[in-house]
């Protein structure tokens, strides 16, 4: 048996029980396993708790004992009656649950007569007990006579037999139990079972409810159909029309409400003399229907199914007139252009090829380009077609074709397909035949050109040079000439002055007069050869260039006309200024002319003069600006020429060769000189220097 008397008994209650009895008759009481083990017991008498069981050796004993009483029963006895090996009486029964001899109930610790005490004093003595003690604990063990024995034998007896009962019951119940939940485990899975198939059956019914909605909608079909469909009998009597079909029956014609349209009734008839389906498109008002109508000859009737294709019509012509706008377009390029697949075929060209080759679009079609175009039996190296092919690039080349009669410019265009393969190539030829020749005639002319530019060139060179020496010779001639002319001029005016101061009695009024104009005449020219010189001396005697402070050199020009300034109540302002490389005395002269021109043709305010500069990148800009009478602006270019005044000599004295000098000078510094002016609202002089000088 798989169960241990402990699962059978309630062991709490037994001990209870048990420690009841010992407390009722004073005799301990125990329930041991087959190897002698406790599995419940009531208190101990003393002597076998504090002295047998303490000692090693009477604990042996009580082991000894008690494994000799378990022998006796597992013999089959009823019970055993025993006396121990430390001197005390013991009764112990079998208890057999199920025929099973699964422990023993055991009463004990008690003395069948009067305690032998010289047996217990040795005893005493030889395990070392406290004798006085030891003595006290045996006389609490109970004598019992031979009546109460044989109660503890019958009590012994239905304890066990108490015990064995229960533990059957409990058995029972537990197997029970066993088998109730071996049931209930059942019953759980087939109530898993159940629901699963319940399930399914939800499943299903739901299935079955979907699809008998969808039968439903299928059922519907027809009249839900956008496009119409109808039914119509043999004599042209509409038998079913869903709404969209209404559309196609409307403004009907017919004598009768339920008859179709004229052109229905006669598809109708049509149908059935053929007895096969046909398709029809026609157009209702602004739709277009495409009707198949089906005729169904055992039923006399036949179905008819349109399909609404406005749209699709629309797209087609749409489609349609892109094409030919398309066709049209490539065949009125007056370029030669066809699109060639992999094999260098023809697929389709314009007209403007096919013309050139003599052919029509169509002949064209098929025929390998390098056969045709270039009467050869491979593709020519510069081929433009076959590279593009390569490598998916569009390349042009130049070429000239004596079958096509001309220079062409062919350029291909990779064709490719949805998935990004190429297929083919655009190839356009554009004729270039007559730039080319426009090209060759301009190259030509620019060469004639260029050669008569070059002549011209070296003409103009051989001018310069000529033109240098004469102007070289004309400045030496000036200087000379103006150098040498003074010589004599000085003694027309010493002689004209003798004749004045030593002979003026000796001389009438008139001849008094031409002496003095003579004076006035010979003191101007002698005005006129200094400035001449002054001006040939600019490229004649020169100073090297130098770091020249400009505000030194334009306070040293004003410095001359201080007094002048003075007396008119004029002012003179002079900003700071760059410092650049010039000759520092031809500086000098050239604002002393300004200034000088500036204080001459002052206007009735008083001269104000402001001298300042800018720099601008490698040149300084020097504005020299008065508030006199101005000029006329028209007159710009000539005041630089020499010897050019636009006021008279009698108004203003000069002779006209201070811009003349100031020009030359700024020249020579490779610069420049010009002017801002109106009558009567001052002028304003600018000089443009380099700031440094090429060396
Ligand atoms: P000149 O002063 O000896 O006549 P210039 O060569 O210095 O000769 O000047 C040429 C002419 O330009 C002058 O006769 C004058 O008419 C005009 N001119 C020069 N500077 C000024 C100025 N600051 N304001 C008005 N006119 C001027």
């Given at each position: 048996?798989?169960?241990?008397?402990?699962?059978?008994?309630?062991?709490?209650?037994?001990?209870?029980?048990?420690?009841?009895?010992?407390?009722?008759?004073?005799?301990?009481?125990?329930?041991?396993?087959?190897?002698?083990?406790?599995?419940?017991?009531?208190?101990?008498?003393?002597?076998?708790?504090?002295?047998?069981?303490?000692?090693?050796?009477?604990?042996?004993?009580?082991?000894?004992?008690?494994?000799?009483?378990?022998?006796?029963?597992?013999?089959?006895?009823?019970?055993?009656?025993?006396?121990?090996?430390?001197?005390?009486?013991?009764?112990?029964?079998?208890?057999?649950?199920?025929?099973?001899?699964?422990?023993?109930?055991?009463?004990?610790?008690?003395?069948?007569?009067?305690?032998?005490?010289?047996?217990?004093?040795?005893?005493?003595?030889?395990?070392?007990?406290?004798?006085?003690?030891?003595?006290?604990?045996?006389?609490?063990?109970?004598?019992?006579?031979?009546?109460?024995?044989?109660?503890?034998?019958?009590?012994?007896?239905?304890?066990?037999?108490?015990?064995?009962?229960?533990?059957?019951?409990?058995?029972?119940?537990?197997?029970?139990?066993?088998?109730?939940?071996?049931?209930?485990?059942?019953?759980?899975?087939?109530?898993?079972?159940?629901s699963a198939s319940e399930e399914e059956l939800r499943v299903q019914n739901e299935e079955l409810i979907s699809s008998r909605e969808q039968i439903e909608i299928l059922a519907r079909f027809p009249s839900e159909n956008p496009n119409p469909v109808m039914r119509?009998?043999?004599?042209?009597?509409?038998?079913?029309?869903?709404?969209?079909?209404?559309?196609?029956?409307?403004?009907?014609?017919?004598?009768?409400?339920?008859?179709?349209?004229?052109?229905?009734?006669?598809?109708?008839?049509?149908?059935?003399?053929?007895?096969?389906?046909?398709?029809?498109?026609?157009?209702?008002?602004?739709?277009?229907?495409?009707?198949?109508?089906?005729?169904?000859?055992?039923?006399?009737?036949?179905?008819?199914?349109?399909?609404?294709?406005?749209?699709?019509?629309?797209?087609?012509?749409?489609?349609?007139?892109?094409?030919?706008?398309?066709?049209?377009?490539?065949?009125?390029?007056?370029?030669?252009?066809?699109?060639?697949?992999?094999?260098?075929?023809?697929?389709?060209?314009?007209?403007?090829?096919?013309?050139?080759?003599?052919?029509?679009?169509?002949?064209?079609?098929?025929?390998?380009?390098?056969?045709?175009?270039?009467?050869?039996?491979?593709?020519?190296?510069?081929?433009?077609?076959?590279?593009?092919?390569?490598?998916?690039?569009?390349?042009?080349?130049?070429?000239?074709?004596?079958?096509l009669g001309g220079d062409f410019l062919v350029t291909t265009t990779p064709l490719r397909d949805e998935q990004g393969n190429i297929v083919g190539t655009v190839h356009v030829a554009r004729d270039i035949t007559e730039r080319k020749r426009i090209e060759e005639e301009l190259r030509r002319s620019r060469d004639q050109l260029e050669t008569r530019v070059r002549e011209r060139t070296a003409d103009l060179a051989k001018a310069v040079t000529r033109l240098e020496l004469i102007n070289q010779e004309l400045q030496e001639f000036a200087f000379v000439a103006s150098h040498d002319l003074q010589e004599p001029l000085r003694k027309i005016q010493s002689f004209c002055d003798l004749v004045v101061r030593s002979n003026r009695e000796n001389v009438d009024e008139k001849g008094q007069d031409y002496l003095l104009r003579m004076q006035k005449a010979a003191r101007r020219m002698q005005q006129l050869l200094k400035d001449l010189l002054s001006y040939s001396r600019v490229t004649t005697q020169l100073e090297p260039f130098r770091e020249t402070d400009l505000k030194l050199v334009v306070t040293e020009a004003a410095e001359v006309f201080e007094l002048k300034l003075r007396e008119e109540n004029g002012k003179i302002q002079i900003a700071d200024m760059l410092v650049i490389e010039a000759d520092y005395s031809q500086m000098v002269r050239l604002f002393q002319n300004l200034i000088s021109n500036a204080v001459k043709y002052r206007s009735r305010q008083k001269p104000m003069i402001k001298i300042y500069s800018h720099r601008d990148k490698h040149f300084c800009?020097?504005?020299?600006?008065?508030?006199?009478?101005?000029?006329?602006?028209?007159?710009?270019?000539?005041?630089?020429?020499?010897?050019?005044?636009?006021?008279?000599?009698?108004?203003?004295?000069?002779?006209?060769?201070?811009?003349?000098?100031?020009?030359?000078?700024?020249e020579r510094h490779g610069g420049s000189i010009t002017a801002n002016s109106a009558p009567e609202h001052g002028s304003t002089f600018i000089v443009t220097l380099p700031i440094k000088q090429k060396p």
């Open positions: 048996m798989q169960y241990k008397l402990a699962d059978l008994i309630d062991t709490e209650k037994t001990e209870k029980l048990l420690g009841s009895f010992r407390d009722a008759i004073g005799i301990p009481a125990a329930i041991f396993d087959l190897e002698g083990r406790v599995i419940i017991k009531s208190r101990w008498h003393k002597i076998c708790s504090d002295f047998h069981i303490e000692k090693e050796k009477t604990c042996r004993k009580c082991i000894e004992s008690n494994t000799t009483l378990a022998n006796e029963l597992m013999e089959g006895n009823p019970f055993a009656l025993y006396r121990c090996l430390n001197g005390l009486k013991h009764a112990a029964a079998p208890i057999v649950i199920e025929g099973e001899h699964l422990a023993n109930a055991f009463i004990g610790q008690f003395l069948t007569e009067k305690p032998d005490l010289d047996f217990f004093s040795r005893q005493a003595d030889e395990y070392v007990f406290d004798k006085s003690e030891y003595l006290r604990a045996l006389s609490k063990v109970p004598v019992v006579t031979r009546d109460v024995q044989s109660f503890l034998l019958s009590f012994l007896t239905s304890l066990t037999e108490m015990l064995a009962s229960l533990g059957i019951k409990h058995l029972r119940q537990m197997e029970t139990e066993k088998q109730l939940k071996k049931a209930r485990d059942k019953l759980q899975i087939q109530n898993e079972e159940l119509m009998a043999g004599d042209g009597r509409v038998l079913y029309a869903n709404e969209a079909a209404a559309c196609l029956l409307a403004g009907s014609k017919a004598d009768r409400s339920d008859m179709a349209p004229q052109f229905l009734r006669n598809m109708v008839t049509e149908a059935f003399s053929t007895g096969s389906s046909a398709k029809l498109d026609i157009q209702v008002h602004d739709r277009i229907f495409s009707l198949t109508v089906a005729p169904v000859l055992d039923y006399d009737y036949v179905n008819i199914y349109g399909q609404d294709i406005t749209d699709r019509k629309h797209m087609e012509e749409e489609l349609l007139r892109a094409k030919q706008e398309w066709e049209r377009t490539f065949d009125s390029v007056p370029d030669l252009i066809a699109i060639m697949d992999p094999l260098h075929r023809i697929v389709r060209a314009n007209k403007e090829m096919a013309r050139r080759l003599g052919l029509t679009p169509e002949q064209c079609t098929g025929r390998r380009c390098y056969e045709c175009v270039h009467d050869s039996l491979h593709p020519p190296d510069f081929c433009p077609h076959g590279r593009t092919l390569m490598d998916g690039q569009e390349y042009t080349a130049e070429m000239y074709e004596p079958r800009r020097i504005f020299v600006e008065d508030n006199g009478i101005g000029f006329d602006e028209k007159y710009l270019d000539r005041i630089f020429s020499p010897f050019q005044r636009l006021h008279g000599r009698n108004e203003y004295p000069g002779t006209g060769m201070g811009l003349a000098i100031c020009r030359k000078i700024v």
